[in-house]
T-cell receptor, first 114, second 109 residues
């Protein structure tokens, strides 16, 4: 069965650079979530999109922005990178924000900021 | 504020049974999820409870008491591959997942 696809899987950047992470949800899933997970920490919700519109916002820094495109894929744009941005970034998708909104997670993008 | 509490770490023996507890205080409740996460990998769905009671799924069971804000994940016949972090997450009134910090389960032979 198709799963959530994230690219790239690994990314190394330097401070003050920019990075773009991509997420391709499971086919027919209309909701995408972005999470940041530092070492030994629980996933921190950043932002979500439903039908190409931002549906919720968590602890996403102002330096980050995201959008969902017409084909439902999503991109997380990160600018002025800081050392503290080094983390695993997970994308998850689901079929809307109904009662049972099981989120299926992608494999994650490991971002290292040097 | 919203809060999910679960033990930081637990140790159990291969073949035994372990229960991982989770207590929560959230603004609204639309279900509780348990996810398994191996180090460096994505969380994978284990169970979902929205009504009180026990949901059994093979070696794993999950229990919910909404009046007590309490859930547990029960793992039977532990295998070495069950060594992972187990994350409790509650869907709040906005259907946003509020995550616990996870319980690292260590299985010993």
């Amino acid at each position: 069965a198709a799963g959530v696809i994230q690219s790239p899987r690994h990314l190394i950047k330097e401070k003050r650079e920019t990075a773009t992470l991509k997420c391709y949800p499971i086919p027919r899933h209309d909701t995408v979530y972005w999470y940041q997970q530092g070492p030994g920490q629980d996933p921190q919700f950043l932002i979500s999109f439903y039908e190409k519109m931002q549906s919720d916002k968590g602890s996403i820094p102002d330096r980050f922005s995201a959008q969902q495109f017409s084909d439902y894929h999503s991109e997380l744009n990160m600018s002025s990178l800081e050392l503290g941005d080094s983390a695993l970034y997970f994308c998850a998708s689901s079929t809307g924000t109904g009662v049972y909104n099981e989120q299926f997670f992608g494999p994650g993008t490991r971002l290292t900021v040097l | 504020g919203q809060n999910i509490d679960q033990p930081t770490e637990m140790t159990a023996t291969e073949g035994a049974i372990v229960q991982i507890n989770c207590t929560y205080q959230t603004s609204g409740f639309n279900g509780l999820f348990w996810y398994q996460q191996h180090a460096g990998e994505a969380p994978t769905f284990l169970s979902y409870n929205v009504l009180d009671g026990l949901e059994e799924k093979g070696r794993f069971s999950s229990f919910l008491s909404r009046s007590k804000g309490y859930s547990y994940l029960l793992l039977k016949e532990l295998q070495m591959k069950d060594s992972a972090s187990y994350l409790c997450a509650v869907s709040d009134s906005n259907y946003q997942l509020i995550w616990g910090a996870g319980t690292k389960l260590i299985i010993k032979p």
